[in-house]
């Protein structure tokens, strides 16, 4: 698999923290589950995280703590895990369904009950629903999801098919990383169905006028 489109560093940072929302850490943990690229960066912001909390005691720390931290960070021999991905292997063996989604879908996309929104666009919610969206869609062929900007933050990531934006082009591992300066409209352009999952910190904000109809009754 070669994965174009990455997490980007903000992403990467408050996931380590713990401080994203169940739905935008879920889908950063299955790119990370997909990217080994990805996986060594996030260990790297963990490491920091977890070695800045180590320095918040009550007395004061010197100038040179961090530059501490980070050596004692370099010394270790055993590389430092991902919680969230190393209680399972990263992906089951000939599945489609990256690790840390089996939880919520089991381990194959054909055991979901899709519902349908327009006809070749089909979505199934997770339960997972606080503070923003989280939820897969299928799209088929040549199909195109609404256009559309957002409030906060969006994580989409490409678990089958492909599809194209304005940005570029998203296969299988690609996750596009948007925050809520960009109206794109995502067309699917594989010979397959295209799954993504997608997780927003804030409502999806249509810019048509057939998407701010359908808003009541897609959700977003
Ligand atoms: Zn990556």
Redo the contacts with the bound molecule.
């Keep these: 698999m070669s994965?174009r489109?990455?997490?980007d560093e903000a992403t990467l940072l408050s996931y380590a923290a713990g401080s994203m929302s169940q739905g935008m850490a879920l889908v950063t943990a299955c790119?990370?589950a997909?990217?080994s690229?990805?996986?060594k960066?996030a260990q790297h912001s963990e490491a920091i995280g977890g070695a800045l909390m180590e320095t918040l005691t009550p007395s004061p720390i010197s100038d040179s703590a961090l530059d501490a931290v980070l050596a004692a960070i370099e010394a270790q021999d055993e590389p430092i895990q991902v919680e969230t991905v190393r209680s399972k292997p990263v992906r089951p063996v000939d599945s489609d369904v990256p690790a840390p989604l089996t939880d919520y879908i089991g381990e194959s996309f054909d055991e979901i009950e899709w519902k349908r929104i327009v006809p070749g666009v089909y979505y199934f919610d997770l339960p997972c629903q606080s503070g923003g969206v989280s939820r897969l869609l299928r799209i088929a062929p040549g199909k195109a999801m609404l256009p559309h900007t957002h409030e906060g933050n969006e994580l989409t990531l490409v678990l089958k098919g492909s599809f194209t934006d304005e940005i570029g082009r998203f296969a299988a591992?690609d996750?596009a990383d948007l925050d809520d300066q960009i109206e794109h409209q995502p067309l699917v352009d594989s010979s397959e169905d295209c799954i993504c999952l997608v997780a927003t910190d804030a409502p999806l904000k249509f810019t048509t006028i057939l998407g701010r109809l359908m808003q009541p009754m897609t959700g977003f």
């Design positions: 994965i489109h990455h997490l790119h990370l997909m990217c690229a990805c996986r960066r591992g996750i």
